[in-house]
């Protein structure tokens, strides 16, 4: 997917966001906001792909911060929050159609932001959930996946989410499929890494983990191990979860490759072909 | 007021907006936005007045679309919305202690974003009004100001806003005073020109209409007729309405001046010592 007019805003005030994460000093958060501007100014263009504008800022917004996570205390209470959650998630999608119903866990796991703005989980969750049981998902071609989970490649998005992705991961391997985690080389914004798929558990549900070899935002092959690669062009389907993921990989003809996440922002809508605000698990099986 | 960090994102969000009211062609959007990008670049410090930024981002933005005044339409509807819910104001103004009263309900108007979101001001606007009415502004100068009414120069804001401004003028000119009325000399963002001074008639309820002779953000003095700068010297009493007056006068020392302004953002709050969210009528009497 290629830059949007409106997304340039939006990664400026993510870099502001994670500048007052980082630090209270509002000459150091504007030398960050300032580092963001600068980037922005030499590769911002909507021929541009959108994670190589993405991680450019982050990067030169993290280096200008000297921290080299600064949503580790966010990434914490979101896999906390999540694990406490975790039981009943898992009872409420065993309980019917389990495989659609992991995706759709999943799925919400990408819609909720843990721990952010006075949002109480354990009250909040069952009910959203159940709802998007109810009312199904807004794209679902999750029958259309059950065919393809031999040897399924499973990029992971965010903490706290990627404690529901082990439901998904669970089932596969129920349906008789192996599968390979990928989760991102280096801490970028709350994205998980080895330490938060290890620290879950998450990692040990899956048959090999694998990483981005890098802290991109989404994927970059340029940056990626040749394993990863190489799995990318063999894997029975790839799993993608999240917008980023999505950006970063729509720019490549891997297929079969399932998208799952929730539309939060009109360009990943428009490029989709859905609305902002959809649930979407959209199967692409051939290029 | 100095610029804060969170003002770029901000800056270009709005940048994006009008960008989006003005061309659907995404390529004219991205260059308005390229366009901001380069200006922030150039221009953007916590050292350097808010409204340097802004007026520089906005004039870049509105030469790159090719469009005078991007927010006409926006404008029409404002006013038009604000005069049906007039008569209501005027009356519930005139029940009870009407001097703070309409200030309170053109300081209402500065909240309210008519026409946008689906929001439909005949239902709620009375509410809104009588619930601040009610609880009373955050801060509340209102009864020092009614010493310094004998020659007061209002500095209006926004379209639609200004509707409400003219409950004001009515009260100044009940209590004795005299007012000069002061708008943009063009069209910058949704604020009021002559052209809207004397669409809605509020140019009638001065004694004087003044421009700030240029759409420079807020009041740029060095755009500024001398009439104003003389004015600004002279007045018994500055009213300046809205957050990008607050943000341009705030860089001199006119006194007394009072703010009326909803704090609809960080910056500005913190700038004030409120809060987020604040009613707030503010007077400085001594530099």
């Not at 998450?202 to 970059?220: E, M, P, W, Y």
């Amino acid at each position: 997917m290629k830059a949007y007019p409106r997304c340039a805003p939006c990664l400026l005030a993510r870099v502001h966001y994670e500048a007052t994460l980082s630090t209270d000093d509002p000459e150091l958060q504007q030398r960050a906001v300032q580092a963001g501007v600068r980037w922005l100014d030499d590769s911002f263009s909507i021929n541009t792909p959108a994670t190589y504008i993405s991680t450019g800022i982050h990067r030169r917004a993290y280096e200008v911060l000297g921290d080299e996570d600064p949503y580790a205390a966010k990434k914490k209470m979101s896999n906390e929050i999540a694990l406490k959650v975790l039981p009943m998630a898992e009872k409420m999608v065993n309980e019917d159609d389990a495989f659609r119903r992991s995706i759709i866990a999943s799925i919400v796991g990408n819609t909720l932001d843990f721990g952010v703005l006075g949002f109480e989980p354990e009250e909040r969750f069952d009910v959203y959930l159940m709802d998007v049981f109810k009312k199904g998902l807004d794209v679902d071609d999750t029958d259309k996946m059950k065919g393809l989970l031999d040897d399924v490649l499973y990029i992971a998005d965010n903490c706290g989410e990627i404690v529901f992705d082990g439901l998904v991961l669970d089932q596969i391997k129920r349906l008789g499929g192996k599968v390979t985690l990928v989760v991102k080389g280096a801490p970028i914004l709350t994205d998980a890494t080895l330490k938060e798929a290890e620290e879950t558990g998450i990692s040990k549900k899956a048959d090999r983990v694998l990483t981005t070899g890098s802290n991109a935002v989404g994927v970059d092959l340029d940056e990626a191990p040749d394993e990863l690669v190489k799995a990318l062009k063999n894997a029975s389907l790839i799993i993608s979860k999240g917008m980023a993921n999505y950006e970063a990989l729509s720019e490549y003809d891997f297929r079969p490759i399932a998208y799952l996440l929730r539309a939060k922002c009109e360009p990943i809508a428009a490029s989709l072909g859905v609305k902002k605000g959809w649930n979407v698990a959209i199967l692409y099986a051939f290029a």
